[in-house]
């Protein structure tokens, strides 16, 4: 089976659909996840809209109309490692990458932008919607 290459129309879709029917963003309060956030992989921006813990849309170059509360920045081969099936260490998690980026100034890392209040008041949810870009990856969005 041909896996649709990472980040392209395809893969967005399977990821879209891996969200939206994770068992685990209906629980713990993930169904109130109603943030807009971007991703930066490279020279692309993605936009993922989200309402009630669902995607509800996935914006490819968004331009000043649309609106996000805070993003996750790296370049392809960072985020290449992180949807990996078994990711190397510290391009595992979302706040281990950033760690990396931020505070020890290492190239080839993730890093988080935007409001820290939104980040950290939406954590769990966010983490897990990061996460899944993985499962969607490594099993096709089955």
Known sequence: MNEPEFASHEWWEAYKETVNSDP????RGHD????NFYLDIGDERVLIEVEG?????IVPNPTLNHQWSFGVEGDREAWE????????AFNHEIIASHYRSAVRNEDGHLRLTGDNEKIFGNLRAFQRTLDLMR??????GS
């Not at 499962?135 to 096709?140: K, L, R, S």
Request: aromatic fraction near 8%; proline fraction near 7%; avoid cysteine.
């Open 24 to 27: 685990e963003m209906a629980v």
């Open 32 to 35: 109130r996840f109603d943030e």
């Open 53 to 57: 813990g669902r995607i509800e849309s």
């Open 81 to 88: 490692e992180f949807v990996r099936e078994t990711p190397p």
């Open 135 to 140: 499962v969607a990856h490594n099993d096709g």
